[in-house]
Nanobody
Framework: QVQLVESGGGLVQAGGSLGLSCAAS????????MGWYRQAPGKERELVAV???????TYGEFVKGRASISRDNAKNTVYLQMNSLTPEDTSVYYC?????????WGQGTQVTVSS
């Protein structure tokens, strides 16, 4: 069973930045993809950014150059930095890790952007 421990988040002022990290443990398989999704109340979960074990990256359309994702394969840890936050970025941010046997989700961390 893969366990994901998320850290970061909290209250951020508009125009500020957030830094999130997520460490995976317990996997018997290599983690192929790690990344972040978010879900606001009443909305569907959406992609923020993901990174593959070879380094490829994909960002959600709304990111528009504001985010940077990175990964430490040795530590099975993924990092997300996002800048120029607006109240519309207020959401629960979820870490996701995908292995050969399926995806695993973290419990989520709340990010609230105040205007």
């Amino acid at each position: 069973q893969v366990q994901l421990v998320e850290s970061g988040g909290g209250l951020v002022q508009a125009g500020g930045s957030l830094g999130l990290s997520c460490a995976a443990s317990g996997s018997s398989f290599s983690i192929i993809v790690m990344g972040w999704y978010r879900q606001a109340p009443g909305k569907e979960r959406e992609l923020v950014a993901v990174i593959g074990d070879s380094g490829w990256k994909t960002y959600g359309e709304f990111v528009k150059g504001r985010a940077s994702i990175s990964r430490d394969n040795a530590k099975n840890t993924v990092y997300l930095q996002m800048n120029s936050l607006t109240p519309e970025d207020t959401s629960v941010y979820y870490c996701k890790a995908t292995t050969a046997v399926g995806p695993y989700w973290g419990q989520g961390t709340q990010v609230t952007v105040s205007s």
